[in-house]
C-alpha cells in the first residue's frame, strides 16, 4: 500500500483504448470508432475478510459531440 503501515492495502493505475474496425454500418452513426480511458484505484483492507475500494475513471465518449465522463465508485467486498 501507498499509506505507511497498511502493507496488505493494493493500488492500481490502468489505461485502455479501443477501436473498432472499419464497417460500412459504423460510418453512417455518429459513433468515434475508437475509445479511451485511464482508471485508478486504492483498496484498503479493513479487516483479513472485509476491503473497501475507491475507484476513480476518466472516460472518453464514444459519441463524436460528447466530452469525456468521471466515473467515482466505491466498493465494500465481505469474503466469508
Do not use: C, H, K, M
Amino acid at each position: 500500500g501507498l499509506i505507511p503501515g497498511r502493507a496488505n492495502d493494493t493500488y492500481g493505475l490502468a489505461y485502455y483504448l479501443t477501436a473498432a474496425q472499419s464497417a460500412r454500418f459504423l460510418s453512417a452513426l455518429p459513433f468515434d470508432d475508437s475509445t479511451q480511458g485511464v482508471e485508478a484505484y486504492y483498496s484498503l483492507v479493513l479487516t483479513p475478510a472485509v476491503d473497501l475500494t475507491f475507484d476513480v475513471q476518466v472516460i472518453d465518449g464514444i459519441l463524436e459531440r460528447e466530452d469525456a465522463a468521471l466515473a467515482l465508485g466505491l466498493r465494500l467486498n465481505v469474503a466469508f
